[in-house]
């Protein structure tokens, strides 16, 4: 009687050891079923969150971009504008006959070329001052730069002399074949690298194309348009 009670306990705990595995694996099984659809909506609104942030940011940067590219179009179309104006103006028309002259007759740092740059340097400055240019010069039809405000490593030379730049003849060459006005980005200039930007019109005297204008402004000037 003793054997047959004991055996009926262990197949009783056998039978309840099986019903509580049985009642905790449907109960593990019922939770994933009911939490699939949670998964599932979650991850779908995570999907659709990150897609729809990054969608946004690449919106805000081709905005951004285009913003940018709108001011750049607008300062160098105005920049050309201010070229060409100071190219129309006669005492620059005037001051670019009498430098020339100066500067064949007798070179760039004569009495002769000194007494006309008394004359013009105090206009031209302001000019070139007021349309945000950092330097200007007056290029004859030959290429000799016969006058330029900070006297740089360009003043009294010929554009196709080695020390001048490529950009610089390139500007100058562009303009004379199209008798129009230029644009030109140069290379890294000078001991410091620094990159400039030259805006080029032509000069025209009673209608005939007689010289250019190339004005520069400094690469590190854009940042702050």
Not at 115 to 130: G, L, S
Not at 218 to 225: A, Y
Request: avoid cysteine.
């Amino acid at each position: 009687t003793q054997s047959r009670s004991s055996a009926a306990s262990d197949v009783y705990k056998r039978q309840m050891f099986v019903f509580k595995y049985l009642r905790t694996k449907i109960l593990i099984v019922t939770m994933l079923v009911g939490l699939m659809p949670l998964l599932i909506v979650g991850g779908t609104l995570n999907w659709l969150f990150e897609s729809n942030r990054y969608t946004v940011i690449n919106e805000n940067i081709v905005r951004h971009t285009h913003n940018i590219s709108l001011v750049l179009e607008e300062y160098v179309e105005s920049k050309i504008l201010s070229v060409e104006s100071i190219a129309s103006m006669p005492s620059v028309k005037k001051s670019f006959s009498d430098y020339k002259e100066a500067i064949a007759l007798f070179g760039p740092y004569s009495n002769q070329y000194q007494d006309v740059e008394d004359e013009y340097v105090d206009i031209i400055a302001n000019v070139t001052e007021q349309n945000g240019f950092k330097d200007i010069m007056f290029i004859s039809n030959d290429g000799l730069v016969v006058f330029s405000l900070l006297q740089g490593q360009y003043h009294g030379l010929n554009v196709f002399d080695s020390p001048a730049s490529d950009s610089l003849q390139s500007i100058f060459i562009n303009t004379n074949n199209s008798i129009s006005s230029q644009v030109k980005l140069s290379g890294y200039e000078g001991e410091e690298g620094i990159r400039e930007v030259y805006f080029s019109s032509p000069i025209f005297e009673e209608g005939k194309y007689v010289a250019n204008i190339v004005s520069v402004v400094d690469m590190l000037s854009l940042i702050h348009i």
